[in-house]
Structure formats: C-alpha cells, structure tokens
C-alpha cells in the first residue's frame, strides 16, 4: 500500500521556522519525485518546491525562494521541508505528494500520490 505521511506542522510566531517531514512508503522512492503543495482556506492549492528522486534536482516557487529547502534522505524514503522566516500568508495545510517523471516540475494533476496534509498556522 502506498502511503505518504506529513508531519512536522504546527503553530508558530512570524519570523519562526518549522521543518515537514514526508515519510513515503509502497513505492521505489528513488524513482519518483516529490512535492510540496499547500492550500489555504478558500484558495487554490498551489505548489511549494519540488525535488527529484534521481538526482535530487531541487525547484521552488517565488513566493517562498530564499526561505524554505527542500531535502530527501533516500535512505529513509523521507522527504523534508524546512522552512524558516515564516510569514502569516504560509498559512496553510501542507502536503506532499509523488510523481514518477523525469522533470522536477510537474502539473499537479498528474501526481500519483498525495498525503493527508499538516497544518502550519504563522501568527502575526
């Protein structure tokens, strides 16, 4: 059974850090990407960064580029996010999810597996 699990999210003051984990399992982690989404409360789910599973190439939106990093440890089929320099507007509830392809930017309609999410909730 393939399963991905996020974990790390809580609350946290503007200007924190937090850091998500994405525990996957049921799969060849080495042969698929993974990414990072988020929805907040009556928006659009919209990405966050993304990672390849084969040579670990790394991409991330603007809106969070220079504050958030993306990680994988192979080894333990986990992928991480760690985010530092929270703002209010990353609220949100964070999900990975898996997609076997070889670019790092994938449409997300096309990802094969999705988590259950974590909530990150940054306070002013």
């Known amino acids: 059974e393939v399963q991905l699990v996020e974990s790390g999210g809580g609350l946290v003051q503007a200007g924190g850090s937090l850091r998500l984990s994405c525990a996957a399992s049921?799969?060849?982690?080495?042969?698929?990407?993974i990414g990072w989404f988020r929805q907040a409360p009556g928006k659009e789910r919209e990405g966050v960064s993304y990672?390849?599973?084969?040579?670990?190439?790394?991409y991330y939106e603007d809106s969070v580029k220079g504050r958030f990093t993306i990680s994988s440890d192979n080894a333990k089929s986990t992928v991480y996010l760690q985010m530092n320099s929270l703002r209010p507007e990353d609220t949100a509830v964070y999900y990975c999810?898996?997609?076997?392809?070889?670019?790092?930017?994938?449409?997300?309609?096309?990802?094969?597996?999705w988590g259950q999410g974590t909530q990150v909730t940054v306070s002013s």
């Open positions: 990672i390849s599973g084969s040579d670990g190439a790394t």
């Open positions: 999810a898996a997609v076997e392809s070889e670019l790092v930017v994938v449409p997300h309609h096309l990802y094969d597996y």
């Open positions: 049921g799969f060849t982690f080495d042969d698929y990407n």
